[in-house]
Each structure stands twice: as C-alpha cells, then as structure tokens.
Nanobody, 123 residues
Framework: QVQLVESGGGLVQAGGSLTLPCAAS????????MGWFRQAPGKEREFVAA????????DYADSMKGRFTIARSNAKNTVYLQMNSLKSEDTAVYYC????????????????WGQGTQVTVSS
C-alpha cells in the first residue's frame, strides 16, 4: 500500500503562484509514476501532470504546459506541483496519485490517490 497526503492548497490571486507537495509513504519503492489530477465543480476529473518516479520523464496536459512544473524528491518521497500564472479556471480540487505499474502517464488508472487539496484562484 502507498499513502499519499497533499498539502499547499489555498486561496491565491490570479497571476499568482502556488506549490503543492504530495508526500508518499508506505511501499514507496513500488511506485513507478506519480501524477496530479484536478476536478473543478461540476466537471470531470482531468489530468494535470505526471512524472516517472525513477527516470524523471514528465508529461503535461496541454493547457498546463509552460505554467505548471512537476518535480520529485526521492529522498523525501515527495512530488511537487509548481503552478505559476494561475487563472480563475485553475480553481479545483487537486489530487495526487501513484501507480505501481507501467502505463501511459496521463491514463487515469492510478491505484493510489490522495484526499485532495483545494486551490481557489480569485480574479
């Protein structure tokens, strides 16, 4: 089992920045990929970004490229989502996810999920 705990959410003005850490615990040696997803009110959950836990390769949703950066610290068992130039449409609950087998990074079939952290961007 892998446990995930997100933090860092909150209220930020449009154009501002926010960093979301996600700390992993448990069988972290089994992690292959970690990802971030988000869900806005009344909308389906959507892919944001993902990173290979060992190789460091990344994938981003097109609308986040250039604004969001995903990074990891294996020493701290933590993945980070750095969000810049935030817009009101970035308002959502952000979820961290981990997968213990190889699959396309942006596929939704992650087997472990965090509880989510709310990000609200005021215009």
């Amino acid at each position: 089992q892998v446990q995930l705990v997100e933090s860092g959410g909150g209220l930020v003005q449009a154009g501002g920045s926010l960093t979301l850490p996600c700390a992993a615990s448990g069988r972290t040696s089994s992690i292959v990929t970690m990802g971030w997803f988000r869900q806005a009110p009344g909308k389906e959950r959507e892919f944001v970004a993902a990173i290979s836990w060992t190789g460091g390769s990344t994938d981003y949703a097109d609308s986040m490229k250039g604004r969001f950066t995903i990074a990891r610290s294996n020493a701290k068992n933590t993945v980070y989502l750095q969000m810049n130039s935030l817009k009101s449409e970035d308002t959502a609950v952000y979820y961290c996810a981990a997968r213990t087998y190889r699959a396309t990074m942006r596929d939704y079939n992650y087997n472990f999920w965090g509880q989510g952290t709310q990000v609200t961007v005021s215009s």
